[in-house]
């Protein structure tokens, strides 16, 4: 049912947070494990910016009406 797969995914989610994600950043030089956080941020930012621009954009288009 898709409880159960959703159950399975939640806990295939868990693992990967808990252990994998933390094997690799073990594993990772810090140098690598920066340049993925800097990369991280700068598409986060990015991401905020395109929200911020459609909300702006919703907006002015009700205005519109």
Not at 13 to 22: C, G, N, S, T
Not at 34 to 59: C, F, N, P, W
Request: no cysteine.
């Amino acid at each position: 049912t898709i409880r159960d797969y959703v159950h399975m995914l939640r806990g295939h989610i868990e693992k990967e947070d808990l252990v994998l994600y933390r094997m690799a950043e073990a594993k990772l030089p810090e140098a690598v494990r920066a340049e993925i956080d800097r990369r991280y941020e700068a598409l986060a930012e990015e991401q905020r910016g395109a929200s911020e621009l459609g909300e702006a954009l919703g907006a002015e288009l009700v205005v519109a009406r």
